[in-house]
């Protein structure tokens, strides 16, 4: 009997119902948004076995693909001076295209070594069906977006698909099939009244035309930006600022141009054949700013926004400097993050919360200063009395599939990561439990976790869906984290009650912030162990208090808040002496 490899989730191509127990899954990443089950019924069939049998494994192959993203970097910028004429400095091309040629690589590495270590364990390369997209044209490829790498299965059946015509397999039956874009495994991340706030935020912003140009970092809301401007240069509105886009007709020609011989294996080989198929119609252009000087742009993020980094290059170009800033608690933190790389490797120096090395970045690269958003939280919430003894367990989830090499949640770990949630709950004493709210990740990816969980405990949980979660913390007498991200280290800067449970195998951290959790852990403020977690919140319950203002809880949280949480009072005036030491 022929076995069958399912790549994706996609309907069109899903086994009939009496097939499906002789079909090997390529990952659990299949069961979600499907109409014949549900996301956490995967561990009942046959799933491909991962090449990535640990966080650890994701560190090295990190390195190796940023090792070759450093060299495909400059032969694609003097390609692409070469294609639009023009002669940009490398720094220009390096801003503009590293952050999609990171997510890029590493979404065929992750989708290449799967089909490889899967077609490498095969016994005797007994032969295996694939169904996999015929050819698209050049027309649907410019419709791929890399954010639908996440959770699409469409769009990730198009690049498996590409990836499996380009290697020869000892056990792979290609068989090549049309299909209709499926749009039902879309998950919109963002609800439309956050889109209208955040085009109107940023048009607001675009007003301020000063030397220095606060961008968006994290926190600082657009009267901050205003406020900050005006006492740096009063006549921010008065100045000129203007970007100005050169694009040439893309053409198939055009694209056949981007040819690409630098590869040694053959994964390198596949990203240099698919590369200029899957290039965004905006990188194959150029963007020159003219208007004031702008001497220092501050910017976090927009990694996969291309034509804002074209802009930020172009300041870049004229002889402007990009200061980074963090804007979330992985920073610093994670053993590896290719998010974090990036913007570290393409920003001047990047300003965080108290760290000093990550990554292999030293401190020169990296400035202190208090976080603008921590710092108003505490500000209006530290030391404030909570009367009640209500819980809140804000947990997370991540993404469908694997789509950036970072040491937070395999695809795979999903199943045991829930099965966490479910055993903490279940060791809660039931008169905790009559106050114990549930807080899911602000959206579900296709898994249905709400009501697995509901049907595994055997009651349904009382939710906390929408809102603001950091502006929800002060109604909850403690909290309870099961990830180590930003909403722990806030709740810890506003010294409330809480504690942080998860599995390091789920998200690996660097040695050094390993050993500094191993602080928190001393006084029960961090846990390994679901059950012990919730032992300890039934011990503690009844007066969270003692326990929380004892002198060594207190003294840890204080260590940890300076390192990874940095806060002040006086944060306005630090971020303004600091950009006018600048300039």
């Not at 009939?16 to 002789?22: A, G, I, L, N, Q």
């Amino acid at each position: 009997m022929v076995k069958e490899l399912v790549l994706t989730g996609i309907k069109d191509l899903w086994p009939k119902p009496e097939d499906e127990k002789r079909c090997i899954f390529l990952g659990p990443w299949c069961f979600t948004n499907n109409p014949a089950h549900q996301f956490f019924e995967y561990p009942q069939y046959e799933i491909a076995q991962t090449p990535w049998d640990s966080l650890s494994d994701i560190v090295q192959q990190e390195k190796i693909i940023n090792k070759f993203i450093d060299k495909l970097i400059p032969i694609l910028s003097n390609k692409l001076d070469e294609l639009l004429d023009v002669e940009m400095r490398d720094a220009y091309w390096r801003y503009a295209t590293s952050g999609w040629i990171a997510h890029f690589v590493a979404a065929i590495c992750d989708r290449y070594s799967r089909l490889k270590y899967f077609d490498d364990k095969r016994e005797n390369f007994s032969k295996v069906k694939v169904k996999i997209l015929g050819s698209l044209t050049l027309s649907e490829y410019e419709k791929i977006n890399l954010f639908d790498l996440y959770h699409d299965h469409y769009a990730n059946l198009i690049l498996m698909s590409d990836i499996l015509r380009h290697e020869n397999w000892k056990s792979l039956n290609l068989v090549e099939t049309k299909i209709e874009k499926d749009n039902s495994t879309k998950c919109n991340t963002i609800s439309w009244h956050r889109k209208i706030l955040k085009s109107i935020y940023y048009g607001s912003e675009r007003l301020i035309k000063s030397q220095t140009c606060l961008g968006n970092v994290y926190g600082l809301s657009l009267w901050d930006n205003i406020r900050l401007a005006l006492l740096i240069d009063p006549f921010v509105f008065l100045k000129k600022r203007k970007f100005i886009f050169k694009k040439n007709n893309i053409s198939s020609d055009i694209r056949s141009k981007l040819k690409f011989d630098c590869y040694e294996n053959n994964l390198e080989k596949i990203v240099c054949n698919l590369l200029p198929k899957y290039i965004p119609d905006n990188l194959l252009s150029v963007c020159r700013y003219t208007g004031n000087k702008i001497k220092i742009f501050f910017s976090f993020g927009s990694l996969y926004d291309i034509d804002e980094r074209h802009k930020l290059a172009a300041i870049l170009a004229s002889g402007g400097k990009i200061m980074g800033a963090q804007h979330g608690g992985i920073y610093g933190q994670l053993a590896t993050s290719q998010y974090s790389r990036v913007e570290y490797d393409t920003c001047h120096q990047f300003i965080n919360w108290g760290w000093s090395t990550h990554l292999g970045y030293q401190s020169s690269k990296f400035i202190n200063l208090p976080s603008p958003l921590i710092s108003k939280l505490v500000k209006k919430y530290k030391n404030r009395t909570i009367k009640n003894s209500c819980l809140l367990y804000v947990t997370s989830i991540g993404e469908t599939y694997f789509s950036r090499f970072t040491t937070s949640l395999l695809p795979e770990q999903k199943f045991n990561y829930v099965e966490r949630k479910i055993l903490f709950i279940k060791f809660l004493e039931n008169h905790i439990l009559n106050k114990f709210t549930y807080r899911p990740y602000f959206y579900d990816p296709g898994n249905n976790e709400i009501e697995f969980i509901q049907n595994q405990i055997g009651f349904n949980l009382k939710l906390l869906l929408g809102g603001n979660i950091y502006k929800l913390m002060h109604k909850y007498k403690i909290i309870i984290f099961d990830h180590p991200f930003t909403g722990y280290l806030i709740r810890l800067a506003v010294n409330m009650p809480m504690v942080l449970c998860y599995d390091r195998n789920h998200f690996l951290m660097s040695e050094e912030a390993d050993q500094d959790m191993n602080e928190l852990r001393k006084v029960n403020v961090v846990f390994d162990d679901p059950k012990d977690a919730a032992a300890h919140i039934n011990k503690v319950h009844s007066n969270i208090d003692l326990w929380w203002s004892s002198q060594q809880v207190q003294d840890a949280i204080k260590i940890h808040v300076r390192k990874y949480a940095l806060n002040s009072s006086r944060w306005f005036e630090d971020w303004k002496n600091f950009i006018r030491g600048m300039i």
